[in-house]
């Protein structure tokens, strides 16, 4: 079991996504988890729920909205703004507002909860695939800035991990989906929560203060492929 004991861990949009899950491991192994349900998506939102939060030692930065599917050729202005609002611009204000804390307190862990689609094409993803890529390249450059700081700032590159955002139960059901999973992800199944959550937890602990700015595939081989 990952000892997370006596440490603060703010997770945000905990409703959604990977949040539950999260919330439930994390919890499970000792942590004290702040839950924020909100959209941050005022730049004043992240400010706030980090200060309301108080001292922390980790902050796992869980975003997601409904991703659009549509063509390239039609993708407008509302669209790309609104995917960007929700999941790209509440990345910096986050960092920003919690990296003061921790230099304070000696060094910290900052986890974000991306998506495999930056790192592999899709068809009708554009935009969703477009903010995913930003979040990654973000904690790239921006986790190298940090590490002198002990502050570890990594990623999770996700997809086919089971979570009700991204396959709902009515997804997971219908028989299309499940011939999906058999030709397209060499594990043959989704990536259960918990295991996804598990990962996590390891990197919010003590045992994972060496990686920097890493993006850690989770797709049950989709990605690698």
């Known amino acids: 079991m990952i000892d ?17 899950a999260l919330c439930h491991e994390l919890k499970a192994c000792g942590a004290e988890v702040i ?40 993708i407008d202005e509302a669209e790309w703004r609104q995917v960007f609002e929700v999941m790209v611009d509440p990345l910096p204000r986050l960092v920003r507002a919690v990296v003061p804390g921790m230099k304070a307190r000696g060094g910290g862990k ?14 009708r993803a554009a935009t969703y695939s477009a903010a995913r890529g930003a979040q990654l390249a973000y904690v790239q450059a921006a986790g190298v800035e940090l590490a002198p ?61 060496c990686f920097v700015g890493q993006v850690f595939p989770m797709s049950g081989g989709w990605a690698v492929r």
Do not use: W
């Open 4 to 20: 997370l004991s006596g440490q603060r861990i703010l997770v945000t949009q905990a409703k959604d996504f990977m949040g539950p």
């Open 35 to 74: 839950a924020d349900e909100r959209l941050l998506t005022h730049p004043l939102d992240a400010q706030t729920v980090i200060e309301a939060a108080g001292p922390l030692d980790a902050l796992v930065i869980n975003l997601a909205l409904p991703a659009p599917s549509t063509p390239i050729t039609q």
């Open 110 to 123: 900052i986890v974000v909860m991306g998506s495999a689609s930056a790192l592999r094409g899709m068809k």
């Open 149 to 209: 700081d002990n502050i570890q700032l990594n990623a999770v590159a996700q997809n086919f991990v089971d979570n009700p955002t991204y396959f709902p139960p009515e997804v997971q059901a219908n028989p299309r989906f499940q011939e999906r999973l058999k030709r397209e992800v060499p594990l043959g199944r989704l990536v259960k929560a918990e295991e996804d959550a598990r990962f996590v937890a390891y990197l919010c602990s003590n045992a994972a203060s």
